[in-house]
């Protein structure tokens, strides 16, 4: 006799969940894939999830998270740019420690606004705010940032917010660790309208 009874498929467990995930999630997945607050909060306490930020979470037996502070804010700002002395950072060409994440957002978005990690945003212009753009992959998660001649440019157009002794060593350091693209450099900084201002750092090869 046949079995016509219908087998629903097994629920998966709050820990698979987040495996099928790529064991990363932030509250609002978690609770839009079907767990609960109170599910959550369980992982937690048990020590199976770990929060990397406020209301992000990754299951606990993954490797340690290699840039945290990043990854917390390209998963909430996935549009969000990595940007001044930030890129500078990200790219080796500054021995400054920044003390917040400076994140470029598009001139009509709203700033950035967290509390952890502390962040700086700024509005740029669709032009400056589209050019220059690289992606890495940080556990899993895509991070905006501008390459090395794109923040160049950035960095000359804000120099008198984040110092012109900070700009000037950037560009020291790009050319001992980088391969220079004077071209790259000029193009951008035309977008940027900082060429008549960085023309004459590159043509006295400093």
């Keep these: 006799?046949?079995?016509n009874t219908t087998h629903t498929p097994k629920a998966l467990s709050p820990e698979a969940v987040f495996r099928a995930h790529g064991g990363q999630m932030r509250m609002s997945e978690a609770l839009a894939a079907g767990l609960n607050r109170y599910q959550l909060y369980r992982l937690r306490d048990a020590g199976v999830i770990e929060p990397i930020s406020r209301g992000l979470y990754r299951l606990a037996e993954l490797p340690p998270v290699s840039e945290p502070d990043l990854l917390s804010v390209a998963s909430r700002y996935p549009k969000a740019v990595v940007c001044l002395i930030s890129a500078l950072a990200w790219h080796s060409i500054t021995t400054q420690i920044p003390?917040?994440?400076?994140?470029?957002?598009?001139?009509r978005a709203r700033l950035p606004d967290i509390e952890y990690p502390p962040v700086q945003g700024y509005r740029f212009s669709q032009a400056a705010f589209e050019a220059g753009i690289e992606q890495a992959q940080i556990d899993g998660t895509t991070l905006n940032v501008y390459n090395p001649e794109k923040t160049l440019a950035d960095c000359f157009k804000y120099?008198?917010?984040i110092g012109q002794?900070?700009?000037l060593e950037a560009l020291q350091?790009?050319?001992?660790?980088?391969?220079v693209k004077p071209a790259e450099l000029l193009h951008y900084a035309r977008i940027c309208r900082v060429d008549n201002v960085m023309r004459p750092y590159l043509e006295a090869g400093l």
Excluded: T
């Design 99 to 107: 003390h917040r994440i400076h994140l470029a957002v598009n001139r």
């Design 165 to 167: 002794d900070i700009v």
């Design 159 to 161: 120099r008198h917010k």
């Design 1 to 3: 006799m046949a079995d």
């Design 173 to 179: 350091l790009y050319k001992q660790r980088c391969k």
